[in-house]
């Protein structure tokens, strides 16, 4: 297993009645990269329905993996880069985290 260097997690509130688009829109990315990188190390994509928001969390080998992909094409078109976002997303705030305590396998 790679080591763990840098964690992405963004928190993301959808609009009324577009939670549905946001978990759409919030898991796609980390998914398909998950299929293009041997940096990409875990993820999760978790709803919390009372609050009408989605957390991702990513943990890599390198920041670099994650922001170098998604200055590819590849990386743009996977990021959703041709989605109505404003029309789904009410807030957003995002972490660039580097871990200093953690588990990822049993």
Known sequence: MNNPTYTF???STAKPGKLEDLVRIAKSPTMKMDKKSDGLIAYQVGVDKERNSVVVWATY????TLYNFLETEQGKDDH???EDMESIIESFVMYDLEPVSGRLLP
């Open 9 to 11: 997690v963004s928190v």
């Open 61 to 64: 080998d390198k920041k670099e």
């Open 80 to 82: 959703g880069e041709n």
